[in-house]
């Protein structure tokens, strides 16, 4: 057994030969399967896991946290608020459609109308076909995140969906959620939502390059932690994720299989509804909240270790990241403030968790609603499948709701437009803000942001959101996320696995 905690030295494993190598089938297990096939459906891990699979994005980041180049093979900036990607000629939709611009033209308006995604294209004023190879984006302003933001775009085929249906519905049956015509390494021969899904490889896959060798692969979802370890150990499955904190040396032991870690940007975080609850909008009530919560306690006791202790959303060495904020944990600070708020006596609250999509979401929770007895809330906690649970979450149907986010833009200002901008059904700012948190301030400087190209000034605006959130205690940061998967031997997993989460799977070698 090895265990394998420098991703970026792992690169190196890739075998030369691998192009070589004989087709393999892959079985695999995660903790959920994707909700839906369309990608443009949800803003999730489990959707951008799914698009890196079927679909291809313009560029995709890479273990240094650099682009590489993929349906765009090159970019250029031609002014301030123009960049120009030059694509891929003889790229094939599944369908048999060839790809042209009109296709990733498409795919931008369409992210621009998506309830989930339209906040992070709100800067792209226009996406243009200049030839059949050629897409010209205009911004707002100077954008330091154009690459970024085009990590999101995997082109879509313009035809099939058009032609079948490609209405977005939320948690719904569409067409566009039930099929799929994208450019990537596999297809999708057979689905049964909750059971299992099977990838077939694309024949005619565009990436000649890529040293993948697997041509079925079929995920079965495992909710259950200890069954899905025991089906790795067992040998039902070649490779699991996520590994639960309380296996890793179980597996680190194991000769047969292989264990990378890795530590995770995912911050794992309560929202507050100050809508729902009267309590719950009184900053001195949040601020007893964070105070009651030993994160620390959750970090050693619940995730044994495996996950770093939060105070804020922009982990270390994001440009946002303030590093003056400090984890608070002190119960009688937190009686205080109750006292001072009114309510000394305590009051009532509700709590939805998942209890299949993050590491120990249920557990967790379990743990706040007991922590927060101390300061007398009475909390009615409900955990659910996360099939159930995002319905719930988008009709903010708790006072109190778990939600985890992992910065696909790897920038502090992600966080921002997503979990604590002011709701905006028209823009998409605040689209997972379940708390209906609301700053004008928060609002002014992460907009601000997002157009400035001084690398000093951005990183104070952002460090000034953080320490705002921090003081007004809009949510309750518990812990970033680490991250973990296991393999038998021969199935090398490490050269495609990244601090994203996304594995890129169309490039795995499994050696016989």
């Not at 891929?88 to 599944?94: I, P, S, Y």
């Not at 596999?186 to 890529?210: H, L």
């Not at 044994?304 to 002190?330: C, I, M, W």
């Not at 301030?441 to 921090?470: C, F, G, N």
């Amino acid at each position: 057994m090895k265990t394998i905690r420098n991703l970026a030295a792992a690169t190196a494993l890739m075998l030369g030969a691998a192009g070589l190598a004989s087709a393999q089938t892959l079985t695999f297990a995660y903790d959920a399967d994707p909700v839906s096939l369309d990608p443009h459906e949800q803003l999730s891990g489990g959707t951008l896991q799914l698009s890196h699979m079927v679909f291809d994005p313009l560029v995709r980041w890479n273990k240094d946290l650099g682009f590489d180049p993929r349906l765009a093979k090159s970019w250029e900036r031609v002014d301030e608020t123009t960049m120009r990607f030059n694509l891929r000629e003889g790229v094939k939709f599944h369908s048999g459609d060839e790809m042209t611009a009109e296709d990733v033209v498409y795919t931008i308006e369409r992210l621009k109308s998506s309830p989930d995604f339209k906040g992070i294209f709100s800067g792209w004023t226009s996406a243009t076909a200049v030839d059949d190879y050629t897409v010209e984006i205009k911004t707002a302003g100077p954008s330091p995140l154009v690459l970024h933001t085009a990590t999101y775009v995997f082109p879509m085929d313009k035809d099939f969906y058009t032609e079948g249906g490609d209405e977005i519905v939320k948690h719904g049956d569409s067409f566009a959620s039930q099929n799929i015509s994208g450019t990537g390494p596999f297809t999708i021969s057979e689905r049964e939502q909750g059971v299992k899904v099977v990838f077939e490889r694309n024949p005619d896959y565009w990436d000649e390059n890529s040293p993948g060798n697997v041509e079925t692969a079929v995920l079965t979802p495992i909710k259950e932690a200890p069954t899905r370890v025991a089906a790795l150990l067992a040998g039902d499955v070649d490779f699991i994720a996520p590994v639960p904190p309380t296996d890793l040396e179980r597996i680190e032991n194991n000769e047969d299989v292989n264990l990378v870690t890795m530590t995770g940007t995912r911050i794992i975080t309560l929202q507050l509804n100050q809508k729902r609850s009267e309590a719950l909008a009184n900053p001195k009530v949040r601020q007893a909240i964070a105070y009651a919560i030993n994160n620390e306690g959750i970090v050693q006791k619940i995730m044994k270790g495996f996950g770093t202790v939060a105070a804020q959303q922009s982990p270390e060495g994001y440009v946002g990241h303030n590093p003056n904020l400090e984890p608070r944990f002190d119960v009688a600070k937190a009686k205080s403030l109750m006292e001072e708020a009114g309510y000394a006596d305590g009051f009532s609250a509700t709590m939805m968790c998942p209890n299949n999509r993050y590491v120990n979401d249920f557990k967790i929770c379990e743990a706040a609603a007991a922590m927060l007895a101390k300061i007398n809330i009475d909390v009615d906690l409900t955990t659910m499948p996360k099939a159930q649970y995002w319905p719930k979450f988008d009709e903010r149907a708790a006072d109190i709701m778990m939600i985890g986010w992992h910065s696909d833009t790897e920038d502090s200002a992600n966080f921002n437009e997503f979990l604590t901008m002011t709701p905006n059904e028209d823009t998409g700012r605040g689209q997972y803000n379940s708390g209906n948190y609301s700053n004008p301030r928060v609002d002014e400087l992460t907009e601000a942001s997002l157009t400035e190209t001084d690398p000093e000034k951005r990183a104070e605006m952002l460090q000034e959101v953080e320490k705002i959130l921090y003081e007004e205690a809009a949510f309750i940061p518990l812990h970033w996320q680490d991250l973990a998967w296991a393999a038998r031997n021969g199935v090398k997993i490490e050269p495609v696995l990244n601090v994203m989460n996304f594995p890129y799977l169309g490039d795995l070698v499994i050696e016989e």
